[in-house]
């Protein structure tokens, strides 16, 4: 597990309400988000994991609540405004550009933040070494373990410190999940925050969470660390029967 993070959060979540056609998706959810840490949202599909990932990065807007990125409210900030402040989220089912080589399609992640290129670009190349023997390739031609490998790197190399991920593992071999697991381990040990929200492979992240929340209709049932959620009886039969 990562270490223990201060007391004060890198993100927070406070009284959060979105509506979907005036029908409300999320409720009054809050939450605490550690720095330098792992933090999961988890829970079954249709429980408004995504939604708040979203209405967080900005794409989706608050019927109430607030949310503060070190300290400072930024429900009212555009998207381009959030990447700026260091806050990105890779979504779900996020696609590479096909015909680009893999460094154009990194380098596209570094729309907002062009300073200090080719220094990501080593980051990232370093933490993926795959697409570094690949960089000049188209990237449709990879894997998709490999593709998933540049929409994260597209992340990082916006510069960003707090990374939402949004089913990550999604239709990843075993061993890329795996693979996936060890990197994430490896980014909040360099300091980033990182906040996954993921039904899959749930016993592979709970164990490292310092932070975790289960929802369940929109709404906050359960929030601990990671092993507190695992251990708890209430949750067993969904951590139990959630596809591994």
């Not at 993100?11 to 939450?31: A, F, H, K, Y």
């Not at 990194?106 to 990501?120: C, M, S």
């Not at 390739?137 to 990082?156: F, K, W």
Request: glycine share 10%; charged share 20%; hydrophobic share 45%.
């Amino acid at each position: 597990m990562c270490p223990p993070p201060p007391e004060a959060p890198r993100l927070e979540i406070q009284d959060l309400t979105v509506t979907l056609r005036g029908r409300p998706v999320v409720q009054g959810l809050s939450l605490s988000v550690p720095p330098a840490a792992l933090t999961l949202l988890t829970g079954p599909n249709g429980a408004g994991k995504s939604t708040v990932l979203r209405t967080v990065a900005g794409l989706m807007t608050p019927a109430a609540g607030r949310i503060l990125l070190d300290g400072e409210p930024i429900e009212h900030l555009p998207v381009w405004e959030r990447v700026a402040r260091g806050l990105v989220l890779v979504p779900e089912g996020m696609e590479v550009f096909p015909e680009m080589s893999v460094q154009e399609n990194l380098e596209i992640g570094a729309y907002v933040r062009r300073q200090d290129l080719a220094r990501r670009l080593e980051e990232v190349y370093r933490l993926f070494p795959d697409l570094a023997e690949r960089r000049e390739l188209p990237a449709g031609v990879l894997s998709g373990g490999q593709q998933r490998m540049v929409t994260l790197g597209r992340g990082l190399m916006s510069g960003a410190e707090v990374l939402l991920f949004d089913e990550p593992f999604l239709g990843l071999s075993p061993r890329f999940v795996k693979w996936f697991r060890q990197v994430f381990l490896t980014l909040c040990s360099r300091g980033f925050t990182l906040v996954v929200a993921s039904q899959l492979e749930t016993h592979l992240l709970l164990p490292e969470a310092a932070a975790a929340g289960f929802l369940e209709q929109g709404r906050l049932r359960k929030a601990g660390s990671g092993p507190e959620l695992l251990a708890d009886p209430e949750l067993a039969e969904f951590f139990h029967t959630v596809p591994a």
